[in-house]
């Protein structure tokens, strides 16, 4: 009688670690509060930060007179539109914002583009440009630099360009492959860097539906996720480690007794 309660209490033990682990594996749980809460669905922006690479093009109804607002690589700032021809098939040329969070562009000199939004880049500059032109130019500013680093258990760990200038943090995860299964879902720690170098560690519970309405649920130009192992995976890698090392001993002294019966011969 006793071994049988025994037994039903470790089977019942068992059911319910079994249970919390599968709660544990799960992504978005509690989404009826997101039916609840009012959502704005108002996506963030891309803003500049130091060391962004832009490619910025301008286009009036007549190329020769926008020519000199965009320079291509092999193109020197002194150039004009009387020598661009031999341009035409060249790539254009990418504006590094500097730490101070400026860009050195034709003709208009330095500007300073630190916290801006990509629109509002192009409003400045189309406002810059107006004075040289006899018409409201087209100006379009893009971010070639956008990638985002996903580490830890994840099945591809890597560095991920980001083409449409907006990821979220699931979006990330599909890019590396998703989690293990020995990942834990419920502190994922994302790395991010502000304009003015200040560095912040957000712990991000990805089982919870909550996390949508998270300031870090969309990423940020080379922001870090770092997916940590759960304990049990740790234990097992020391485990693992440690039969290693114990079996690599026990070869080597068996090599030493073989050689020691040889000797005796």
């Given amino acids: 009688m006793k071994m049988k309660k025994l037994f039903l209490l470790m089977a019942a033990t068992a059911l319910l670690a079994s ?21 704005e669905g ?25 020519a000199p607002f965009y320079r291509k690589i092999g193109q020197s700032k002194m150039q004009g539109s009387n020598v661009s021809q031999g341009y ?27 916290g801006l939004t ?26 070639l630099n956008y990638t985002v680093s996903v580490l830890g258990e994840v099945n591809s760990p890597g560095t991920y360009s980001v083409a449409n200038e907006r990821m979220t943090i699931f979006e990330a995860l599909a890019q590396a492959g998703d989690m293990t299964l020995f990942a834990r879902r419920d502190d994922v720690q994302l790395l991010r860097e502000d304009s003015l170098g200040h560095h912040l560690v ?4 990805l089982t919870d539906a909550a996390i949508v309405q998270s300031p870090y649920y969309y990423l940020q130009q080379n922001d870090v996720v770092y997916v940590k192992p ?14 290693s090392i114990w079996i690599s001993l026990a070869g080597l002294a068996s090599s030493l007794a073989s050689l020691i019966v040889i000797a005796l011969q």
């Avoid at 249970?19 to 959502?39: E, F, P, T």
């Avoid at 922006?45 to 926008?66: N, Q, W």
């Avoid at 957000?202 to 519970?205: E, S």
Wanted: hydrophobic content about 35%; charged content about 30%.
């Fill in 19 to 39: 249970c919390n682990s599968y709660k544990h594996a799960l992504y978005l749980r509690n989404d009826d509060i997101l039916q609840a809460a009012l959502q």
């Fill in 42 to 66: 108002r996506l963030p922006e891309y803003r500049v930060m130091p060391k962004d690479e832009l490619t910025i093009v301008v286009s009036t109804s007549d190329p020769e007179a926008s």
């Fill in 88 to 114: 035409d098939n060249a790539k254009l040329l990418d504006y590094l914002v500097d730490n101070d969070g400026c860009i050195d562009y034709p003709l208009l000199g330095r500007l300073s583009v630190k």
């Fill in 118 to 143: 990509l629109r509002e880049c192009e409003d400045l500059i189309r406002q810059k440009l107006q004075p040289y032109l006899n018409e409201t130019p087209n100006v379009s500013v893009r971010a």
């Fill in 202 to 205: 957000a712990h991000l519970d």
């Fill in 230 to 243: 759960t304990k049990g995976k740790v234990r097992s890698s020391r485990v693992n480690q440690n039969a």
